[in-house]
Nanobody
Framework: QVQLVESGGGLVQPGGSLRVSCAAS????????MGWYRQAPGKQREMVAT???????NYADSVKGRFTISRDNAKNTVYLQMNSLEPEDTAVYYC?????????????WGQGTQVTVSS
């Protein structure tokens, strides 16, 4: 059974930094593409960053140059380092991954961690 558990959210001032983590279990972590998504109040969930098994990453335009996604396969953990945070980054941040059962795509989500950027 796949489990994704996020941690590390909190309240930070504009311009500050925060790192959120996602510990995965129930998957062969090293071969999975992992992603961070976020959902702000009244808005749709959006992709923030993804990282593949080789370490190649992809970012939303709004976070490029400020956020860094990384993974530690020995710890089955993916991280999102967030710098130069802005109030617009306030959201619940979710970890996610997918796998396939035959032709069926299964998407897994963590419970989310709240990030609030405010003075």
């Amino acid at each position: 059974q796949v489990q994704l558990v996020e941690s590390g959210g909190g309240l930070v001032q504009p311009g500050g930094s925060l790192r959120v983590s996602c510990a995965a279990s129930g998957i062969t972590f090293s071969i999975y593409v992992m992603g961070w998504y976020r959902q702000a109040p009244g808005k749709q969930r959006e992709m923030v960053a993804t990282i593949d098994s080789g370490g190649s990453s992809n970012y939303a335009d709004s976070v490029k140059g400020r956020f860094t996604i990384s993974r530690d396969n020995a710890k089955n953990t993916v991280y999102l380092q967030m710098n130069s945070l802005e109030p617009e980054d306030t959201a619940v941040y979710y970890c996610s991954t997918n796998d396939y059962t035959g032709y069926r795509k299964n998407t897994y989500w963590g419970q989310g961690t709240q990030v609030t950027v405010s003075s």
